[in-house]
């Protein structure tokens, strides 16, 4: 096991702890904690609107009441899940600049950096076409599509969506790194002392704004003149690992990697979950129009899949560990440490099993701690992928207790319930065996002393 641990620190600690220190990835990182809240609202209105279909029964009550109002509840999806690219945006250019200014010992105003990136982002949301020397906004208005001054449309402004969640990354970053460039050649204008410090910092991020507006002007207009938009683009290596994820085999890789970091020592949840946040996010956005239209792609890893089937009771799906070390453990350290991580196992939070255990360079958990996720995993994944339960289509918070937040977020699939029991049932028949061992070995050793 020894050997184990030495081949994860050097294969993959080491590399993943350098990715997770990268000052990008640490505001990727906040921007998906930051529009969880947001996330939670927008679907907490659309779950209003879809529970007739989960229960028939209600229609006639949704269409004397709810339904009445739903374009102006519907305004509360619209602006929080509609327009998720720019709560990213705004930010990735807020923290990514904040990091800079700590880290590079630069004068930056993370306001700038948010507002910059903002701008940079919107002068990527028109389509725009070459034609006949002409560069013009694109107009498409047909039974199929409606495009209109450059701005297409399908529930709201798509763009602005899940759809530019990658572009809203991409453009913070060009407009904070152009930002930091300027400040670093000095290329600002500076303000006398006496001119209020609001004043100052605006007037300092007068050509930085030009230069962010002039470079991503050149960027679009190159790409149309070639016949390309700036959205295809970065769509083609997004698309390659969007793919992965919404495989069986990506399902595998991501949670080897949670599980794997977390038993050297590091947080892998945070570090992969952040990375794949924007993927779940266009998923579950997917999930919603392909629910309603009653065609299109559903995507299993949508939403909050990850804490409602995956790891339940907190990484490594550690519930039924729980619930062995209070009634089942003859070893007084862990049934001392069960009874203290009871209540907030239920709510997936467990640090207490995290730290105290520990799982973290425990020889005798490893294998259930990365297998039981990976396990839940798939059998989520096949069951949403088959049609046996329905996709995630909103967004909830991630402690709610088991089966009620896939209840929650499938829009009212009872079966969905059912789903989280049989994956954190099948978690708990792995650890078994492991605990016992473990348990016993420590029952040993308090007995000896």
Known sequence: MNSVF???????????????TLQFVRAITAAGMA??????????????SVLPQAFPALQGIWDASFVKFTDLYMVANHFTMGVLAIYFCLVIGYELTKIKAEEENLNLDPLNGALLSLMAF?????????????ISLVQSITETEHVYNGIRLGDFATRLGTEG?????????????????????????????????????????LIPAFIVTLVVLIINAALVVLGYDIYKIIQIPFAFVTNIANSWYGMIIIYFLIGALWCVGIHGANIITSLTSPIVLANLANNFNAMQSGSGQIYAYAGEFNNCYVIIGGSGATLGLVIFMVFLAKSEQLKVLGKASIIPAFFNINEPIIFGMPMIYNPYMLI???????ISSLLAFFAISSGLVNPMIANVPWPTPVGIGAFLGTGGDVKAILLAFVCITVCTIIYFPFFKYYDNKLYKEEQGN
């Not at 030495?6 to 997770?20: A, C, D, F, T, V």
């Open 368 to 374: 259930p701690f990365i297998l039981g996720p990976i």
């Open 122 to 134: 919107l002068f990527t949301i028109p389509e725009l076409v070459f034609d006949n020397g002409v």
């Open 6 to 20: 030495n081949i994860l620190e050097k294969y993959l600690m080491g590399p993943m702890s350098k990715i997770s």
């Open 165 to 205: 969640i990658f572009t809203g990354i991409l453009m913070a970053c060009l407009a904070v790194w152009l930002y930091a460039l300027c400040v670093k050649k000095n290329w600002t204008i500076r303000m006398p002392e006496a001119v209020p410090a609001g004043v100052s910092k605006s007037f300092t991020a």
């Open 35 to 48: 529009s969880i809240p947001f996330t939670i609202v927008g679907s907490m209105f659309l779950v209003i």
